[in-house]
């Protein structure tokens, strides 16, 4: 079936630090990969996306690279901050067959001054 | 603003009482869902609207109902709520159907008692 596996946190950092959270899928097709964020107390919102294979997603200063070699779609960034502070969700929509997005559980960051 | 409203923003009720959660979005978007958000399971969808008049299925439909008689309103119902639907519940939109980002609303926390 259709998956969408992310690390497990939570995850701790001290601010300028490199951050990276994994994803992997499982899918059939060919599907478009999300990031969301979501802060506290609020809904998810859109970080970046891939639509397809070694297309790189941007926003921020989060990256994320398409790899359809390896089903992966690592979020990564090169020094975060306080603000960066929130629950991080892997995502996947399916581009045929009607609509279907798939979460993966999430990753909550924390970030220390 | 333009975006997605939900009410109540949290609510509390006991077990077997019916409760009717609303969306409503103003960005005239096509299709919108509901999901539920649980610790380590990430979102799940319930039920789904491609379109005005339509619905779908979602991964986790048992126990829910949902109508979307105009493309604005979005409105999911529990007809008669267990402590196992305690959760958050998210309302979110897109303009089409096929790898398109989702925008969310801000979220209700319901626990049923």
């Known amino acids: 079936g259709n998956s969408v596996t992310q690390m497990e946190g939570p995850v701790t950092l001290s601010e300028e630090a490199f951050l990276t959270i994994n994803c992997t899928y499982t899918a059939t097709g060919y599907p478009s990969l999300f990031w969301y964020v979501q802060y506290p107390g609020e809904g998810l919102q859109l970080l970046l996306k891939?639509?397809?294979?070694?297309d790189k997603g941007s926003n921020k200063g989060f990256e994320a690279t398409y790899r359809k070699e390896t089903t992966s779609f690592h979020l990564e960034k090169g020094s975060v901050q306080v603000s960066d502070s929130a629950v991080y969700f892997c995502a996947l929509t399916l581009n045929t067959g009607g609509f279907k997005t798939i979460f993966g559980a999430g990753t909550r960051l924390f970030v220390k001054a | 603003i333009a975006g997605i409203t939900q009410a109540p923003t949290s609510q509390i009720l006991a077990a077997g009482r019916r409760m009717t959660l609303r969306c409503t979005q103003d960005m005239r978007h096509n299709a919108m869902y509901w999901y539920r958000q649980d610790l380590g399971l990430g979102l799940r969808l319930i039920h789904y609207?491609?379109?005005?008049?339509?619905?779908g299925k979602g991964e986790v439909p048992d126990g829910y109902s949902v109508s979307r008689a105009n493309t604005d309103d979005f409105p999911l119902t529990l007809a008669s709520a267990v402590p196992s639907q305690t959760s958050v519940y998210f309302c979110?939109?897109?303009?089409?159907?096929?790898?398109?980002?989702?925008?969310f609303g801000s979220g209700t926390q319901l626990s049923v008692l």
């Open positions: 609207s491609n379109t005005a008049g339509t619905t």
């Open positions: 979110a939109s897109s303009q089409g159907t096929g790898g398109e980002k989702l925008f």
């Open positions: 891939a639509t397809k294979a070694d």
